[in-house]
């Protein structure tokens, strides 16, 4: 495992009097890590307070570098404007001038195959499309870092693997990739190392290929019988 | 029955005919009501919007008055803004009162507090659903709430056709302010009281007929604009 990029220490969240996230202790070092573990587990919460979206109230994140980040979202969150407009509109507010913004937007639309639909209202696209031009919005970044919530949870099977598609591709652009998925199918697909999460606690953090042939506790054993077909 | 005809037959003949008077009098309406409907959303809305995103102390309490004060009753608004533009009062050297600039003011404060009230809840409504995308993409809270405001803009032009509506509609602030001069700030609202008052029903019906039908298409107009919105924009 290559140095970490993020040292998580006994961060927790807590809400009322339920621990969402419970001291979990995490080091990421790997390029590719998918986060799986039963629904209500706290995967999207621990996103989110990674991508600094929620405030936690123990324990802390260090990062040894500072990484620029992007997130996408189970659901994609489009403006009522253009597809292109979507896209420049996450630029814009990172600084770029009007003629920068455009020409990375219309780079980064035609990256996830959608130059055609530049000029299409972004809330009348598919499912996918939309999905995709979300994509586009995160990867025009640049960012070092994209976090992904359940990014197919929403999308039919096609959609499912052209989404899959553009996250390598962004992946193999240079950005690490951490995100949580339903699909083991795609976790096995995407992902270098698995965290497997249960009740807001950290079970095991596994290399991909070892978490699906011999996973090393009983309760990631029981998660893979119960969720394979 | 003749005599119950009567009345409409020479109400149509007035608005068939355009007549002149009857002209000046709903013009006068729309120019003072739009300025007012205007003025309340360059105020209102940035407010509502700001109410809706910001985190601010207070800002509670500010939601639950502009709430309230969507009910203002006309005729209080129009008494402080007398007492405000009257000889005696603090802005009473701008010599305002009794023309159409003061019944532009007190329907304008009679609409701001719907207008924001409206904007808070149609940008909250979109607030949650956007929220964590735009925080996300590094919005600050007055940038996303301009964002949400033009995203808004279709449901916002109901909350701006709904303020129109109140103060085209509305009479006792006007009288007041405006003191139902002839020909000077005589509108639909204060004429049809004047005139059914003093007995001349046609013009009291002729303008009755107009206003509905003002009130009629501005609803059809925004739920046309909302229709078109929702297929062209999602």
């Known amino acids: ?229 | 029955m003749q005599e119950f005809n009567e009345p409409f037959v020479t109400a149509w003949q007035l608005v068939a005919g355009a007549d002149s008077r009857l002209a000046g009098i709903v013009l006068l309406s729309l120019r003072v009501s739009l300025a007012a409907t205007f003025i309340a959303c360059v105020v209102g809305m940035p407010i509502g919007a700001l109410l809706a995103v910001g985190r601010f102390p207070g800002r509670r309490t500010l939601i639950v008055l502009f709430n309230g004060l969507m009910g203002l009753p006309p005729v209080v608004v129009g008494l402080l803004i007398y007492l405000l533009l009257s000889r005696a009062g603090p802005l009473g050297q701008f010599g305002l009162l009794f023309s159409p600039t003061a019944m532009v003011i007190a329907q304008a404060v009679l609409v701001t507090p719907i207008v924001a009230a409206l904007t808070r809840q149609v940008i909250a409504d979109e607030w949650s659903e956007y929220r964590e995308q735009l925080r996300s993409l590094g919005a600050s809270r007055s940038r996303a709430a301009a964002t949400l405001l033009w995203d808004g803009r279709f449901s916002l032009s109901t909350s701006a056709l709904a303020g129109f509506g109140r103060a085209i509609a509305e009479v006792g602030a006007v009288m007041i302010v405006g003191g139902n001069i002839d020909g000077v700030t005589r509108v639909m609202t204060t004429t049809i009281a004047l005139e059914t008052s003093k007995g001349d029903l046609p013009l009291a019906l002729a303008l009755g007929f107009i206003l509905i039908a003002v009130v009629l298409t501005i609803n059809a107009v925004a739920y046309a604009m909302r229709g078109w919105a929702e297929r062209h924009w999602g």
Request: proline residues 5%; contains cysteine; charged residues 20%.
């Open chain 1, 1 to 229: 495992m290559s140095a970490a990029w993020l040292a998580i220490d006994g961060l927790g969240l807590t809400e009322g009097s339920t621990r969402i996230i419970d001291g979990v202790s995490l080091q990421l070092g790997a390029q590719r890590t998918v986060v799986l573990g039963p629904n209500g587990a706290g995967k999207s919460t621990l996103l989110r307070l990674i991508h600094g979206l929620l405030h936690p109230t123990g324990g802390s994140l260090r990062w040894p570098q500072t990484l620029s980040q992007a997130m996408v979202f189970q659901r994609p969150v489009m403006l009522r404007t253009t597809a292109l407009a979507n896209v420049i509109y996450g630029l814009k507010l990172k600084g770029h001038t009007a003629t920068e913004c455009e020409q990375l937007a219309r780079q980064s639309l035609a990256r996830v195959g959608l130059e055609g639909l530049a000029k299409r209202p972004a809330r009348l696209l598919s499912g996918g499309e939309q999905q995709r031009v979300a994509l586009a919005r995160a990867w025009a970044l640049e960012p070092q870092l994209l976090i992904l919530d359940e990014p197919t949870a929403s999308l039919d099977p096609a959609s499912s693997r052209e989404v899959e598609r553009i996250i390598n591709d962004i992946a193999a652009s240079g950005a690490r990739i951490l995100m949580t998925t339903h699909n083991l199918g795609q976790a096995r697909r995407i992902a270098e190392e698995i965290v497997f999460i249960d009740r807001g606690r950290i079970v095991e953090q596994t290399p991909v290929e070892l978490f699906f042939t011999q996973p090393q506790t009983e309760a990631a054993q029981r998660f893979l019988k119960e969720e394979s077909p």
